[in-house]
Nanobody, 126 residues
């Protein structure tokens, strides 16, 4: 029943912007932290950003800090990733994930997340 569906990926030029969305269903979305991860070809899946249940706390990996913004709309069961000033190194498949742990911290490790979307491709190229 749990489902996470990413959308909004595509091809953009360096310096451009993109907003990713992740629609969640099958669990009480507003009770849990959400995260974004990405995986480039030949590389490990890496943490990008996370947000707690109420949007009170956010966390970003250093390489995207100041350029990306994670947000959520609990009324729409949706988490977003606004990506600005995109660089070629941002090219990856982006995944949203749900952390159903009974805790109040934001986590950065893939194994800490319980449910994953199918991913959406982001390509930054001239």
């Amino acid at each position: 029943q749990v489902q996470l569906v990413e959308s909004g990926g595509g091809l953009v030029q360096p310096g451009g912007s993109l907003r990713l969305s992740c629609a969640a269903s099958g669990f009480t979305f507003s009770s849990y932290a959400m995260g974004w991860f990405r995986q480039a070809p030949g590389k490990e899946r890496e943490f990008v950003a996370a947000i707690n249940w109420s949007s009170y706390s956010t966390d970003y990996t250093d390489s995207v800090k100041g350029r990306f913004t994670i947000s959520r709309d609990n009324a729409k069961n949706t988490v977003y990733l606004q990506m600005n000033s995109l660089k070629p190194d941002d090219t990856a498949v982006y995944y949203c994930a749900a952390d159903l742990g009974r805790h109040t911290i934001l986590r950065r490790t893939t194994h800490d997340y319980d449910y994953w979307g199918q991913g959406t491709q982001v390509t930054v190229s001239s």
